[in-house]
């Protein structure tokens, strides 16, 4: 039985930065990760050359204050991500190559809808209150909308609608039939617009840390030192009147209280005791992850920047939907990421290995010519087969949940405490959000004792 | 570790049964049951005068006709709900009392309303092919509506909206902005239409077994003797090349395959090894239950009935949304039902039950008059509250779910099948239809053998 102050349920972003807040407070804090390995959502590997890769979560953008927070701290550089020379679109078979967001150069009528849509939206989102967006005027009606609906109903161009099904709907690693209009909106409102989900200069892909995002998650555990547990599924967490007891498979913690930061669909297989409040353990029922999987391609250089071209592609249906150049910042090796969402990563998961990569291989030759087919590395990240993700990359709110359960995203219940980055009112699915939300339970849990001690007319002896 | 022909994982009308035909088969089984009775989704209590209580599941109507023959089997009789006399709808603080289906003494508007929404409703239905409603012609379209919007967009009649949300989105337990539109059509047309959900004669509420459902799950246990565990919530499930090691807190079974018969959330809590395929473990994150309280007020008799009432009534708003008549055959003692749904359910789940108790009270008082105040006994059941049910009273799908993941609600993994109501092409969502997915599993697993033997080219030995 380890005896600390405060048990943190899983070593992501979103864990790491309650625990080390609680530390830095001068509380004892254990830390229980399921897997093997810390970062949750993220997960850098260094390769042998002392390259990386991450295989998860990866990029940066303005307005992500806490997480460039962080980096200061461990003194961790970022870099811009590489958007010289032409991007591509490929629809309805044709390939077509265009600086900036809005590919001009494809038709003006698709350009017009896609320019009208993304003002529409943006629109739209700036009547969504970030810390309830289930109280916006319009909250009722946009919660029993999908997102297909709005897209089917506003964007009459086939091939502006395929584009932005792809890119909007692919955020939430799901179909558009599934995400509530509500919740979409809430979600890039909370990143200050659609421009700033899709767009890549000044938008959420924007940067990258010098070193991927475990250049900032491996110090952290380091000054966590020992507090830190790998590979303790947390199975069961009981509340009495004095604290909490957590036990993983071989691990039972006994704390104060306990912060819970893994994903809603992974935190309903925990076994509560006594059972949570209806609102909370429906909520958990109602947020799935999507389907992701992300391939990076390690070539010896990056062919395609002396090509003229960025890396950067969108191919609506192709299996190989999305790429970018995901180089480090010194530009070698050459390192081309392949993102695969929703319904397309589950029919390319179902293939084998063998026929996958030869499937995206002939995808990226078609786009990048012959050197794209022999990656000196190849590099799979299936999220949704991963056991304690349960997908990827953050869970969507399917319709009438905002608007039936918002408020249980973050209520605590007992002295259960909800952090991951789903719970965090701004910069709602990225790494930064997960920082925010762990820096907000913290801050939750030593209100707690402030109340507490007042409560008992006595302060708490330090 | 028990040996077995087969295992099956929750003791309700789908695991027993299923369990039951391969015992007929002349197979060995172990039935593993999380609680300390069986039932599952439906509980009956038998009170200490003789008379009985359904707290959960407790109707059968006409095609439900695999429960009629298990009734039949174990020569329990039906009794026909009471609908003698006048029923209720209150509706903008009005009451109104009526016979027949339809409210016509209401208003011929709102009747209209209601009767043009049930006919369309029935011609959408028309169209479902059961066995997959996602290969529906119009299945993409209302795959990415909600329940919610259909109704907002084709009944003007606030009144009939009301009553029909409350009718229809309270079969799902949920708000109707939850519910996808395909989903809705799916489970209304596996009963025969929209007429057999809402309607009591010749409807879903048509009759009842004499003794209550346990008069039925009770022989079934029985006949399987100790084949039945209690109290053995099965954690883990491990698959490899000759059977499966099913894991609960005490037990371990050891089978050549196992059928899971839990509803979808709580199937998504059991650890599987290897892990599932992606389209099964992201549907069980997407089929969520809902929130619902029973409640059974027992008076020395039914009074209402010399009143002239048949005790039916519906009051949208009302945290005593639905009561009906639920006395046994004989008529005595006076059993008075209330049913809450969805976001009610919840709501008045958080007050303490003295003030829950009260509230109902009035509400019957202002229905019944003022001896519904002073019931001999008074019993609740609240399912959301359940840990090993999630909620009630099914598992919905939310829009995109069907048409996304619908196969993977049967297609067996590995050694690993699945049953439960929700599994169901025909029922699902009642007792009948979690009779015939056990019945289908249990042939599922029987014919693997055959396909074994024949593969091994030697017949299996008896």
């Known amino acids: 039985m380890t005896d600390v102050d405060y048990c943190v349920v899983g070593g992501g972003f979103a864990g790491l930065t309650a625990a080390r807040r609680l530390k830095q407070a001068g509380r004892t804090v254990t830390v229980l990760e399921a897997r093997d ?266 062919f395609w920047r002396a090509d003229g071209l960025s890396g950067q592609s969108a191919a609506p249906g192709s299996p190989a939907t999305i790429t970018i150049d995901a180089c480090t910042d010194t530009g070698r090796p050459g390192v081309l990421c392949v993102i695969v969402e929703g319904p397309i990563a589950r029919q390319i998961g179902r293939l084998d290995p063998a026929e996958r990569r030869h499937t995206i291989l002939d995808a990226l030759a078609e786009r990048f010519g012959d050197k794209a087919r022999t990656p000196a590395d190849y590099i799979e990240q299936n999220w949704s087969a991963e056991r304690y993700s349960g997908g990827g990359m953050l869970s969507h709110a399917p319709t009438g949940v905002l608007t039936q359960f918002g408020p249980a995203l973050r209520a605590p219940c007992g002295r259960i405490h909800w952090a991951g980055t789903e719970s965090s009112a701004v910069m709602c699915g990225w790494v930064d959000g997960a920082v925010r939300s762990g820096e907000r339970a913290a801050e939750e849990v030593l209100e707690h004792e402030i109340v507490t001690a007042s409560a008992a007319r006595a302060p708490r002896p330090e």
Chains 1, 2 share one sequence.
């Open 37 to 302: 390995r810390l970062g949750g959502r993220t997960f850098t590997e260094t390769r042998p050359d002392g390259s990386w890769i991450d295989r998860g979560g990866a990029w940066i953008g303005p307005g992500q204050d806490r997480i460039r927070a962080l980096m200061q701290d461990y003194g961790v550089a970022s870099y811009k991500q590489y958007t010289d020379g032409e991007a591509m679109m490929l629809v309805d078979g044709k390939q077509y190559r265009y600086t900036g967001t809005i590919p001009w150069s494809m038709s003006p009528w698709v350009a017009m809808n896609l320019g009208a849509a993304l003002l529409d939206l943006g629109h739209l989102c700036k009547s969504i209150p970030l810390d309830a967006p289930w109280t916006a005027e319009q909250a009722d009606r946009w919660d029993r909308l999908t997102l297909a609906h709005w897209l089917n109903t506003h964007v009459v161009s086939k091939a502006a609608h395929e584009l932005l099904e792809t890119a909007i709907a692919g955020a939430y690693t799901s179909a558009a039939s599934e995400v509530s209009l509500l919740f979409a909106l809430y979600q890039m409102a909370s990143g200050g617009g659609p421009g700033f989900v899709l767009g890549i200069e000044d938008g959420a892909q924007d940067s990258r840390p010098v070193g991927g995002m475990g250049a900032v998650y491996c110090p952290m555990a380091a000054e966590l030192g020992d507090a830190v547990m790998l590979a303790q599924p947390v199975r069961r967490i009981r509340q009495d009147a004095d604290g909490v007891t957590v036990f993983s498979g071989k691990m039972t913690v006994r704390a104060r209280r306990v912060i819970v930061t893994v994903p809603l669909a992974i935190a309903s297989q925990i076994r509560y005791e006594p059972i949570l409040p209806v609102d909370r353990s429906l909520l958990q029922q109602r947020m799935p992850s999507g389907a992701i999987i992300k391939i990076s391609l390690v070539y010896d250089e990056p």
